[in-house]
Each structure stands twice: as structure tokens, then as C-alpha cells.
């Protein structure tokens, strides 16, 4: 049986598709980046749980989340609130973002941007770059060793910093020693279901060259503290924000209890 999974990849086959076809020029934007933004240094110097804070719309799982927020107003407020990085969902179709959402970010905002999307092909990554992100998200769950691996290293030459996404042990073994970050997915992305214990025994089994992220489903701030306490540094979250009517005040709000 087909998963969502299965739809969003087989739809961003046409969309990369569609993107050769409009034969984009990234290499100048990529040229004039500029590579202050490192997410890896401050993570580590900061002492306390770092908040990645999403803006995303809608999802599969949850559908329409937040149709009236603006993405430069809300992540000018999660500034505020002390998160270590932004997110922000370029996907249309299932999570109606954009890149544009990204570029018109970018200059509002000093915070590191990750592009959240399904990266399946190089271009993508470029794109990523000439839009303003400074790391991207690699699933592996979507993407053999070696496109992990080749991905990567792409990614790092053009100044990108690389978040390996992974769900169980099979996946982890996809990851290579230059990716900078490593998630681990609260959520199954096939059945949706949240297991922060799953998490926890994977974490036992990471490098501790990489900088470990819990991702998703996080919404308790005792939770957030005690996966930073075993030893989770980065904690990506979306839904407890952006349901919200003020996102950038959920995040201001959630993070004063962090320690
Ligand atoms: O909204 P949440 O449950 O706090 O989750 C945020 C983030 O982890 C989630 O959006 C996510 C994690 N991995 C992904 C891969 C694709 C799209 C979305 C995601």
C-alpha cells in the first residue's frame, strides 16, 4: 500500500522535474552567500536545550495548523524567544510553504535557516542555497547511503550545514561523518505515531561526533528537558508553536520554562 511518504517523494520527482525544465541560474546566489550563520558552534556553546522553531502552515497528519501567520513576523519573534535556529517548510502541496517563504525571511532575521523539504535531488540543494538557507534536511528514510553521502558533500562545499533525519537503526546507518547534524524523528513518518523511548535507545547507538536533534511531536517543557538532560542538544518543533494564534509568543512563552 502507498504512504503518504510514498506521495510526497513521487511528487517532488515532478516538481524537481518541473525545476530543470524553468533551467535555473543558482551559481551567482550561491557565489555571493554569505557563511555567518553557523548553527554547529552556537548549539554547543549555549548550555541549555537549543529550540530549531518551525513555521509551517499545514501537514499530512495534522492538516491546515495555520493559514493566517506571517512567516517574517513569527520568526522575528522566535528570535526573540532565543531559538537557536529556524525552519521553515518549503513544501506546497502537502505543506503549503514555499521557497519564497524562505527568501523573503532571510534578510528579516539572523538566525540559521534550515530548508525543511524532501531533498531527492542536487538541484534542490542549490535551490536551498541561492534562497537563503544555511543548512538543509536530508531524510533517510527517502534516500539511499550513497545519495546521503553525495548529498552531503555538496552541501557542505556550497557552505550548507547538513541535518541527517533518521527514524530507526537501519537508517542510522546511512550516516557519514561529514553531515554536521543528526535527528532522530520522534514521529514514524509512515504511521505517524510519536515514541520519544524509541528515540532515546537510538541516541545510545549515535557517534558522538554528531550533534544530536530530537525532532517533532514536542510540546511539554519537562519533556524537552529531560531528552536535553540524556543528551539531546537541539529540539526541532512546529505544531506547539504554529497552532497558535501568536506562534513568535507560544515560542517566547515555551522557552522561558526550558533549563
Ligand atoms: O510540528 P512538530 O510535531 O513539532 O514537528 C516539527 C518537525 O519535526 C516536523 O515538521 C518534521 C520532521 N521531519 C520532517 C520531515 C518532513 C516534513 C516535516 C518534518
Do not use: W
Not at 184 to 204: A, E, G, W
Amino acid at each position: 500500500m502507498k504512504t503518504i511518504l510514498d506521495n510526497i517523494v513521487n511528487n517532488k520527482k515532478r516538481e524537481v522535474a518541473e525545476l530543470y525544465r524553468s533551467n535555473p541560474h543558482f551559481e551567482k546566489a550561491i557565489q555571493e552567500r554569505s557563511f555567518d550563520r553557523s548553527i554547529v558552534q552556537h548549539i554547543e556553546n549555549i548550555h541549555k536545550p537549543g529550540v530549531i522553531a518551525e513555521f509551517k502552515r499545514q501537514s499530512p497528519s495534522k492538516g491546515v495548523i495555520n493559514s493566517q501567520s506571517n512567516p517574517i513576523d513569527v520568526i522575528q519573534k522566535y528570535e526573540k524567544a532565543g531559538a537557536i535556529a529556524t525552519s521553515v517548510l518549503t513544501d506546497h502541496r502537502f505543506f503549503g510553504g514555499s521557497i519564497s517563504d524562505l527568501t523573503q525571511v532571510r534578510p528579516h532575521t539572523n538566525l540559521p535557516i534550515l530548508r525543511k523539504d524532501f531533498i531527492i535531488d542536487k538541484l534542490q540543494i542549490d535551490e536551498a542555497a541561492a534562497s537563503g538557507a544555511d543548512i538543509i534536511l536530508l531524510i533517510a528514510s527517502i534516500l539511499t547511503e550513497k545519495e546521503v553521502f553525495d548529498f552531503t558533500m555538496h552541501a557542505k562545499t556550497i557552505g550548507l550545514n547538513v541535518l541527517l533525519e533518521v527514524h530507526d537503526e537501519i537508517e542510522l546507518q546511512k550516516a557519514c561523518s561529514e553531515i554536521d547534524l543528526l535527528g532522530i524523528n520522534n514521529r514514524d513518518l509512515k504511521s505517524f505515531t510519536i515514541d520519544y523511548d524509541r528515540s532515546l535507545r537510538l541516541l545510545d547507538k549515535i557517534d558522538n561526533t554528531f550533534i544530536p536533534i530530537s525532532e517533532s511531536g514536542l510540546s511539554c517543557s519537562s519533556i524537552v528537558n529531560d531528552l536535553y538532560q540524556a543528551g539531546f542538544k537541539g529540539f526541532l518543533m512546529g505544531e506547539k508553536f504554529m497552532k497558535e494564534e501568536d506562534p513568535g509568543e507560544a515560542c517566547i512563552q515555551f522557552t522561558r520554562k526550558l533549563k
